[in-house]
């Protein structure tokens, strides 16, 4: 079934009348993985997500997915290894979300990289990570490093390392996970609330949810349930009562966006703070500059983690010291967004040094639970704890499934032949009869953002067959369109912030089409007056947090 807002009641449906082999709780994307990687393996899957999809950490991370240099740094060793290799596999499923991103790495007198020091350890990064020779390191003198980015600090800089990231969508990549998942006959849905379980001496049996839309209670039985809902994850293993002594520690990490007008950065920078000497990314973005990320331990509201003075002074000094000549201030800052790590507790240690390995913790209850973990692993993650479960289906209820085969698997909108041939494939499927309706400029952007599944919004637009349309330049109604129908958009917010992220990125467009959009889903949606009233509040609560108001102010 696809996973489209128009099937929410019959995937509901679906959800109370089926017995499943596993239940989800969590849609971020280890949620999504583990959902694609047990499907595809012929187990029958539900997952449940209290929000929308990839509204927790895997919309508010550094949107990179990376091998994790610093790491070396703590000599988490098999965390850069791991995470190393598995970018490559991320980016070959899904050309169209992960883009190749060269990093550079300017070297000062007095900062945390020498050359020496930094010669060896992206020459180790390399190893570790696999690198293609390609994309293997270049060592830089100070006059090739400023050639490279004029804005970095020239005094005392000794040269730079030059090496390869991939540079993504957080939140596009776990929509597009979780609609693989969906083909492969998961069960999956939005905005329900896993609430407890139900047990059969005292195993887990299920779980008892509600629909926080349609604001009723249900029953999802299952087999096993895995708990891998991030930040949520103390709180879901609380209604269990096998819960071990094992805990989470949370941290923050917060972003700022700025227009490239004031913050004209060309070249993604990766540099160390001046006091602490913290290792942060500056990267440039469709005409946008952000910077972060900070790291501060954090106990407040996870549901909406906020932006204080004191995140934007760290980031804004951090600016400042390392491109001088740039000169931002609180007032330059267009828009900000900030996250949650959910690691796993280490005593004594402080945010950064906390290490971002993953663990599956098993409950006496038979209650699976994974925490832990970074986004570029989230395939090995999946593989892991679906291999375990595989392990608990056939000892307890003698059921067989196939080895996981996420490692060759494109995600949705990932079949264009591999990223080496993502580039003709894009030529290859513009269509000059559809010039008068798109431009070729709107259908590259289309096909780069949505891969194979393009056509689907070609055909959305075809059948309006005008330049706009509902009060929406018809990219933007077929997006919209498209978001309905196959990912499950239902608020406003899914579709401005995480199946566009235009929020961050394109905030002129948010203000110019934010009330069109509310009209537009509110059509197709049939919401009644005070539904949409309230997520019309919802989406203003989000621009205001996200968004300084001047910027609003200048906008409207």
């Known amino acids: 079934m696809k996973l489209s807002s128009l099937n929410r009641t019959k995937i509901i449906n679906r959800m109370q009348n ?43 991370s550094t949107k990179l997915v990376h091998g994790g240099l610093r790491y070396l740094k703590q000599l988490q060793v098999g965390v850069v290894s791991e995470t190393g290799k598995e970018r490559a596999i991320v980016y070959e499923n899904g050309p169209h979300v992960t883009t190749p991103e060269r990093m550079l790495l300017p070297m000062h007198k007095g900062g945390t990289f020498g050359p020496t020091t930094t010669s060896l350890a992206l020459k180790v990064y390399d190893y570790l990570a696999e690198v293609k020779k390609s994309e293997r390191r270049v060592m830089l003198s100070a006059k090739e490093t400023l050639a490279k980015e004029p804005l970095v600090k020239p005094d005392g800089l000794r040269g730079g390392g030059y090496y390869v990231e991939y540079k993504t969508d957080d939140a596009r990549m776990t929509i597009e996970v979780m609609k693989k998942a969906a083909e492969f006959g998961a069960d999956i849905v939005n905005y329900v609330k896993a609430t407890g379980f139900t047990y059969d001496k005292k195993k887990v049996s299920g779980i008892t949810a ?46 700022l ?26 990267i440039p973005r469709e005409g946008k500059t952000y910077v972060g990320t900070t790291d501060t331990f954090y106990n407040n509201d996870k549901q909406n983690p906020k932006v204080t003075k004191e995140d934007r002074d760290y980031i804004i000094d951090a600016i400042n010291y390392m491109f001088p000549s740039v000169e ?47 986004l570029t692993g989230y395939r090995h993650m999946a593989q892991d704890i679906v291999d375990l479960l595989a392990k608990r289906l056939k000892d307890e209820y003698k059921l067989k499934f196939a080895d996981s ?57 075809q059948i309006c067959g005008e330049k ?78 996200a968004v300084k108001p001047s910027i609003q102010v200048s906008v409207e």
């Open 18 to 60: 089926n017995e499943y082999d596993v239940v989800i709780i969590g849609g971020g994307i280890t949620g999504a993985g583990i959902a694609l990687d047990a499907a595809q393996r012929g187990m029958k899957v539900a997952l449940v997500e209290m929000q929308d999809f990839a509204s927790g950490t895997s919309s508010r």
């Open 210 to 255: 509600t629909d926080l839309i349609g604001n009723h209670k249900l029953n999802i039985k299952s087999k096993k349930v895995i708990n891998a809902s991030g930040p949520w994850v103390d709180e879901v293993r609380g209604a269990d009562y096998s819960k071990n002594n094992k805990q989470l520690r949370l941290t923050k990490g917060i972003h």
């Open 257 to 282: 966006v700025f227009d490239q007008s004031d913050f004209p950065l060309r070249q993604a920078v990766y540099f160390d703070t001046e006091h602490d000497k913290r290792m942060i990314f500056a």
């Open 328 to 374: 931002v201030s609180d007032e330059d800052i267009e828009s900000t967004w900030a996250g949650i790590r959910p690691l796993i507790l280490e005593k004594g240690k402080d945010p950064s040094e906390i290490s971002r390995k993953d663990e599956i913790w098993e409950g006496k209850s038979g209650l699976l639970t994974i925490a832990g973990g970074k």
């Open 405 to 461: 085969r996420t490692k060759d698997t494109p995600m949705s909108g990932g079949d264009v032949g591999g990223s080496a041939n993502f580039e003709s494939y894009i030529e290859a499927h513009i269509n000059p009869q559809l010039f008068n309706i798109l431009s070729r400029e709107e259908q590259v952007s289309i096909i780069r953002k949505y891969g194979s599944n393009h056509d689907d919004l070609f055909t959305i637009a």
């Open 468 to 545: 706009t349309f509902k009060g929406l330049p018809i990219s933007l109604y077929a997006e919209l369109v498209y978001g309905i129908q196959n990912e499950m958009v239902y608020q406003p917010t899914d579709f401005i912030i995480r199946r566009t992220g235009d929020l961050y990125f394109n905030i002129q467009q948010v203000f110019k089409y934010k009330q069109a959009i509310v009209d537009v889903l509110a059509e197709l949606l049939h919401y009644d007056a005070s539904e949409k009233e309230l997520y019309t509040k919802l989406l203003e609560d989000k621009i205001s947090e």
